[in-house]
Structure formats: C-alpha cells, structure tokens
C-alpha cells in the first residue's frame, strides 16, 4: 500500500484538481467548494494520501485520496486500486482491504459556499472542469431546455389531478426528446452521455412523455438531478436520473433559501407536495428517504409528517416521530395520500390538523 502511494504521479492521477507541487504539499482545487486552496501534504518527501481543504471555516472537507477517486469518478473499490497500480506502476497482488477509505465530511449545509456559474462557460471549459461540474452542467442544460418547451400536455396532466404546476417544473416530449438528443450530442462528449447513463444508441435513453422535476444544488445555481414523471398510461411512472456519489440530490424543491424557513411538511412524492399548496411542502421520495443525512439539514425546525395513511406511511410516521418531527393522521377513508384527499375535497381535515384552517 505505502509503495502505491509513494509511486504516485499525483497531477497526472488527478488533472481535473489542477494540480501545482510546492516543496511540502501538493496545491489542488477542492473537489466540494471548488476553490484552489485544497492541499495534500507532503512530509520529508511522502505524500500523505488524503485531500484537505484550508478554508476549514466554509467547507472544512477531509477526503481520503483513495475515496476521492472512488467517489468522483464513480469506481468501485476493486477498481479504484487497479486505477492506483496502473498510476504507479506496480504490478504484485494487493490486499485491497490495506486501503483506508475515509469518507467524505460535508458537514452538513454549508451557508458560506455558492458558486454562481455561468453554464455557457462551463461548457466551452468542458474539458478542463471537474466531474462533478460535468455533471450538473448536462443536468442543467436538460432541464433549460426543458422549460422551453411546449407544456401544454404537462398542465392539463397536473389540472387532472387538481394541481396548478408551479413554473420551475419542465416538460419532454417524445418529439422534444428527439431535438435534445441531438442538441447533447452538439454539446457535449459522447463519452461522459454514456458515462453518466443519459444516452443509449447515441440518444437519450429515456423515451416517453416526462414532467421534469429538479433537485437543486446547495452550493451553486445549477441542477444536480431531475426526475422524470411518465404522463403516458405505463408501468413506467417516475425516473430518478442522478448520479448520486457526487451530486447527491436533494427532494424537491428544497434549495438554500428555503431551508431558511422554520417550518416544513414531508409528504410522499412530488405529486403530494404540490397538492398541500405550502411552500414549505417537501417531496420525499419514499419513506426511507427520510434518513438520518437528510434530516440533520433541517436540525432545528420543526417537521409535519403527511406520507401516505398506509403501513409503510403510517410505521415511518411512527418510527421518526420526536419533539420536532411531528406525524399527522387521518381516516384513509377521506383519502389514502394527500392527492387523494385534494380530489376528494377533504384537504381541510389536513390543514385543521396543522392549525392552518
């Protein structure tokens, strides 16, 4: 393991950090906040094999070198050491469980970290940027193009289910999708299409009718996922396109300027949050996604639960109930999830519960 390390050719093992070697460290881009005052040390000539970055007051990220490259560019831990071999030019059997794999400290949301892109730029630096960049710039160049399509199918699907859908939600066509695989393949590298599972047969690979629901980034203007609603007749309902080990999505619509709200409501899927009309209204997608990394973002306020009155809804109303996290119930009867309840006109037993009548 030592001798893998100290063989490293660091700036061509990781280009896209834009390496600079001082005489006792390594100077890099950190890989969170995406300025260039990261470092890996340097000590009487061995490399510490771990990315820090200085501004320990605004990120504070501690990664090790080999999580970073499993992580960032979506290895698994098998191929994460063949990478390291083949970087230092060892060939002997390796123990792949000597490897330490520190994971990734984000601290939670960070207030003090924003970059503000231009998504012109990115894409005429395409090359140089970093993966993560990569990503959330085609991400964000879908989901442009998305809302400027014709939405008309989208508003009278929403209208069916007595929803006004809000401006930020998009719309593919089947025929949209045709135009927006040939503006990607225009754009971008065929190769990271492939890479990040957006293109099949050089086209997208997702084909139907979809509303386009964003997760937005927390630490910049642009869009780190996006699911698909199917509004054709299909076993096919929703799609989560992400690529979650470096853009982890976030429920919609959550961003850093609602988080500063006090108050919040949890319901089951988008649907449901846009039918309580609240602008605190998050669509959790599935119970379970209701875990302890999402929730440490809303330390400190207080949490309505609405997921579904069945048992999945109905035990993970139980199981996360606590002083700030309080579960709301009601006769299924009226209706099984917030949606239904909104059809049936019985919405108001929901917001007399949550003291809003």
Same mark, same amino acid.
């Given at each position: 393991?030592?001798?893998?390390?100290?063989?490293?050719?660091?700036?061509?093992?990781?280009?896209?950090?834009?390496?600079?070697?001082?005489?006792?460290?390594?100077?890099?881009?950190?890989?969170?906040?995406?300025?260039?005052?990261?470092?890996?040390?340097?000590?009487?000539?061995?490399?510490?094999?771990?990315?820090?970055?200085?501004?320990?007051?605004?990120?504070?990220?501690?990664?090790?070198?080999?999580?970073?490259?499993?992580?960032?560019?979506?290895?698994?831990?098998?191929?994460?050491?063949?990478?390291?071999?083949?970087?230092?030019?060892?060939?002997?059997?390796?123990?792949?469980?000597?490897?330490?794999?520190?994971?990734?400290?984000?601290?939670?949301?960070?207030?003090?970290?924003?970059?503000?892109?231009?998504?012109?730029?990115?894409?005429?630096?395409?090359?140089?940027?970093?993966?993560?960049?990569?990503?959330?710039?085609?991400?964000?160049?879908?989901?442009?193009?998305?809302?400027?399509?014709?939405?008309?199918?989208?508003?009278?699907?929403?209208?069916?289910? !007595?929803?006004?859908?809000?401006?930020?939600?998009?719309?593919? /066509? #089947?025929?949209? $999708?045709? *135009?927006?695989?040939? &503006?990607? =393949?225009?754009?971008?590298?065929?190769?990271?299409?492939?890479?990040?599972?957006?293109?099949?047969?050089?086209?997208?690979?997702?084909?139907?009718?979809?509303?386009?629901?964003?997760?937005?980034?927390?630490?910049?203007?642009?869009?780190?996922?996006?699911?698909?609603?199917?509004?054709?007749?299909?076993?096919?309902?929703?799609?989560?396109?992400?690529?979650?080990?470096?853009?982890?999505?976030?429920?919609?619509?959550?961003?850093?300027?609602?988080?500063?709200?006090?108050?919040?409501?949890?319901?089951?899927?988008?649907?449901?949050?846009?039918?309580?009309?609240?602008?605190?209204?998050?669509?959790?997608?599935?119970?379970?996604?209701?875990?302890?990394?999402?929730?440490?973002?809303?330390?400190?306020?207080?949490?309505?639960?609405?997921?579904?009155?069945? !048992?999945?809804?109905?035990?993970?109303?139980?199981?996360?109930? /606590? #002083?700030?996290? $309080?579960? *709301?119930?009601?006769? &299924?009867? =009226?209706?099984?999830?917030?949606?239904?309840?909104?059809?049936?006109?019985?919405?108001?037993?929901?917001?007399?519960?949550?003291?809003?009548?």
């Amino acid at each position: 393991m030592e001798a893998i390390y100290q063989n490293l050719d660091i700036p061509s093992l990781i280009p896209e950090l834009y390496i600079k070697t001082k005489p006792t460290y390594h100077l890099l881009r950190c890989p969170i906040c995406g300025k260039k005052e990261a470092y890996m040390p340097i000590k009487n000539g061995i490399i510490k094999p771990y990315i820090a970055c200085n501004r320990k007051n605004r990120c504070g990220i501690v990664v090790s070198l080999f999580e970073y490259l499993k992580t960032f560019h979506n290895l698994s831990k098998k191929e994460t050491v063949s990478f390291l071999k083949k970087n230092a030019g060892i060939k002997e059997n390796i123990n792949y469980d000597n490897f330490i794999s520190v994971k990734i400290d984000y601290k939670g949301y960070n207030p003090y970290i924003f970059n503000n892109y231009t998504l012109n730029e990115l894409i005429l630096n395409f090359n140089k940027i970093p993966l993560r960049d990569k990503f959330i710039a085609i991400m964000t160049f879908i989901y442009n193009f998305s809302l400027k399509t014709d939405q008309s199918k989208k508003i009278k699907y929403y209208n069916s289910r !007595k929803i006004n859908p809000p401006s930020n939600i998009g719309f593919l /066509s #089947k025929e949209d $999708i045709k *135009i927006l695989s040939k &503006k990607l =393949l225009d754009t971008f590298p065929l190769k990271y299409l492939y890479y990040f599972r957006l293109f099949r047969d050089k086209s997208f690979k997702f084909n139907s009718d979809f509303a386009v629901i964003p997760s937005f980034d927390f630490y910049s203007n642009l869009i780190t996922a996006f699911r698909l609603r199917n509004i054709r007749p299909s076993t096919l309902k929703e799609i989560e396109i992400s690529f979650s080990r470096i853009a982890k999505p976030l429920p919609y619509p959550l961003n850093r300027k609602l988080l500063k709200e006090k108050i919040f409501y949890f319901t089951e899927g988008h649907i449901d949050a846009l039918s309580l009309n609240l602008k605190t209204a998050i669509a959790i997608e599935g119970v379970n996604s209701a875990n302890k990394d999402l929730l440490k973002l809303f330390k400190n306020k207080k949490i309505y639960l609405l997921f579904d009155e069945d !048992k999945a809804g109905r035990d993970a109303k139980t199981r996360l109930k /606590s #002083k700030n996290i $309080i579960p *709301i119930y009601w006769n &299924k009867q =009226l209706g099984k999830d917030i949606n239904e309840l909104l059809i049936n006109k019985n919405l108001q037993f929901i917001y007399k519960s949550l003291n809003l009548s």
